[in-house]
């Protein structure tokens, strides 16, 4: 099982990403992202990532092939990844190839899924 705990859902993940992770983990269970106050100081973050991490340790129930999909705000996902990391549970990001189209005077950038990265 992969746990997706990301801003991204995963409806809205590309074909290709969807079946790379159905054929490494099974099953796909997303877990909302939390809003991340920007004013949060490292203890806020701290007991939210405990919190998360709870969370988490309940949705494993034993399952062997089990990982999560980290993708946020980069000093909760820090200290989540730790605290899964020391308990045993594989931590992946998806990696992504940005093209960028021109149409005159604007830029729009696409994000292509490449693979999933362990942290």
């Known amino acids: 099982m ?11 993940w590309e074909t290709v990403q969807r079946q790379t992770a159905e054929l490494l983990f099974g099953e796909v269970q997303d877990l909302a992202f939390p809003y991340i106050n920007p004013n949060s100081n490292e203890e806020e973050i701290s007991l939210l990532a405990d919190q998360y991490f709870e969370k988490i340790k309940q949705l494993q129930k ?49 994000f292509n899924f490449v693979k999933f990265r362990a942290y």
């Open 2 to 12: 992969l746990i997706n705990l990301s801003n991204h859902p995963l409806i809205s």
């Open 62 to 110: 034993g399952e062997e092939n089990f990982a999560v999909h980290l993708m946020g705000e980069l000093c909760f996902c820090f200290s989540l990844a730790e605290r899964l990391k020391k308990y045993g549970i594989k931590t992946i990001a998806s990696t992504t190839e940005r093209k960028v189209i021109e149409n005159g005077n604007q830029k729009t950038a696409v």
